[in-house]
């Protein structure tokens, strides 16, 4: 079993900086990615941060104010956020992605932590 504890998220004024952090723990094996999506009422699930052993990779909208950082170490990923707009208010939710001691692929969520990007 595999567990994601996301943290970080809040209120914060436009212009504003924000950190989220997820630590991964349990049957992870091997990891082969690690990122971010985030899921604003009315709007399609968005992948904002990806990270394998490529690279990393962000979508238009948030290139070159977001940066994912990992801590293979720690099992541990991280979403810095600069330059917050609204609407980048959204709950963001991290995942991993890998194989079990079985070679088996697998895939899990955490819960989801709310940022609100408001004056």
């Known amino acids: 079993q595999v567990q994601l504890v996301e943290s970080g998220g809040g209120l914060v004024q436009p212009g504003g900086s924000r950190r989220l952090s997820c630590i991964a723990s349990?049957?992870?094996?091997?990891?082969?990615?690690m990122g971010w999506y985030r899921h604003a009422p009315g709007k399609q699930r968005e992948l904002v941060a990806g990270?394998?052993?490529?690279?990393?990779n962000y979508p238009g909208s948030v290139k070159g104010r977001f940066t994912i950082f990992r801590d293979n170490a720690k099992n541990t990923v991280y979403l810095h956020m600069n330059g917050l707009k609204p609407e980048d208010t959204a709950v963001y939710y991290c995942?991993?992605?890998?194989?079990?001691?079985?070679?088996?692929?697998?895939?899990?969520w955490g819960q989801g932590t709310q940022v609100t990007v408001s004056s």
């Open positions: 995942y991993v992605q890998g194989f079990n001691k079985d070679y088996r692929t697998y895939e899990y």
């Open positions: 990270s394998t052993s490529g690279g990393t």
């Open positions: 349990g049957s992870l094996f091997i990891i082969n990615a």
